[in-house]
Structure formats: C-alpha cells, structure tokens
C-alpha cells in the first residue's frame, strides 16, 4: 500500500530554497528539529487541555503541514550542507515520536476512545522504534507503511480539519477510526520488519 512518505522527495526540493536562506543565516538543523518538536508539545497541550472552541482545531493541520515542512527542511540541511551528527541523529527519531504522542493526545478528549488513542500513540513509537531498529541489522532505515508518520499527520489533520469547521463525526466513526489506524500501524510495523530483513540480507549479500 502506497504511503504519503513517497512525496517528501518532491517536497524537500520545494524548500530548498527556504533551507539555503536558513543556512546563510546561521540556523542549524539541530535548532528546527527541536523547534518543530517544543512547538509540537506546546500546541498539543493547548489542545489537550485549555482548548476554548473546536475552531482551535484548524491550528492541527496547519501545523501538521509546517511541522512536515520543518523536518524536510532539517533532513536537507543535514544532509547537503554537512550539519550531520550523532546528537542530530537521536535529536531526530527522539522528537519525532515525543510530537506525534502530543499532537495525537487531544483527540482522547475529544469523543474517540481513550484507549484506542493510547494504543495509536504506543504503536506509532513501536512503529518508528522498528524504522530504526533495521540499521541496527545492517538495513536502511525503514520508512515502509502503510501507516507512516506522514500518513498519520494526514488522517489526523484531517480530522483537525473536519471537528474544526464544526462538523460532527459519527459515532461509528469515533469508534472504529482508531481502531482502523491501530491495525494499519500494526501492518506497517510488520512491513518495516519483513522490509527491513530483506534489505538486511541483499546489502549482506553483496557485500560478500
């Protein structure tokens, strides 16, 4: 099953020249990795628990899409204007899964199941957790989905979108959506491993 991820490419190559003004200016890739994350907790606590109207939810895509727009940005200045490093790397896959539990938190309050939203948030970090896990075999990190990172931003900005134009979601909706995107988060962790041992065993065997 395809995965929104296939677009970042085409993305980051749009921002390319935001990334160049940044750079020149003096910003580093760290600085927007922990930028994207303090802004992602703050504005999930703001929803999660001092949200005045529904209409505060348009606040959820929006940021969704700049907060993808920051990590591409971070990914390019590591990778072509050498600010790689071993802090960047954990700083990365750390405030990833740290923004997506926030980001993801308020909608336990908002007419989903509660524990269904938990096991969202659980599997998502499980999910990332195995993306990593394949370098650790000797694989590339693992992006594979159906239930990839941008994939959740997508359901989830969606949704921001919908309860803050002030429509009501269905019941059977509020109940069976979290359950939906669990499964598909469980696929995906299953497609990350199969994925990750293939690439394993191809670079082992030509490395021989």
Do not use: H
């Amino acid at each position: 099953m395809p995965s929104v991820y296939a677009l970042k490419p085409a993305f980051q190559g749009v921002l390319r020249p935001i990334v160049r003004g940044l750079v020149r200016a003096g910003v580093t890739a760290n600085q927007v990795t922990l930028t994207a994350c303090v802004l992602s907790v703050a504005l999930g606590l703001f929803l999660t628990f001092w949200l005045p109207s529904t209409r505060w939810l348009l606040a959820l895509p929006i940021f969704l899409f700049v907060r993808m727009a920051l990590n591409a940005i971070d990914g390019v200045m590591a990778r072509e204007f050498g600010q790689k490093s071993n802090l960047g790397a954990y700083l990365n896959e750390l405030t990833d899964v740290v923004s997506d539990s926030f980001l993801y938190l308020p909608f336990a309050y908002l007419g989903f199941d509660p524990l269904w939203i938990g096991v969202v948030i659980v599997l998502a970090v499980i999910s990332e957790m195995t993306g990593v896990v394949a370098l650790m075999i000797g694989a590339s990190r693992r992006y594979d989905g159906p239930m990839g990172k941008s994939d959740r931003a997508a359901v989830f900005g969606a949704l921001g979108l919908w309860m803050g134009l002030g429509l009501n979601i269905a019941p059977w909706v509020a109940r069976w959506l979290p359950i939906a995107v669990a499964l598909l988060l469980a696929v995906t962790v299953l497609n990350r491993v199969t994925k990750g041992l293939k690439d394993a065993q191809l670079k082992a065997g030509t490395t021989r």
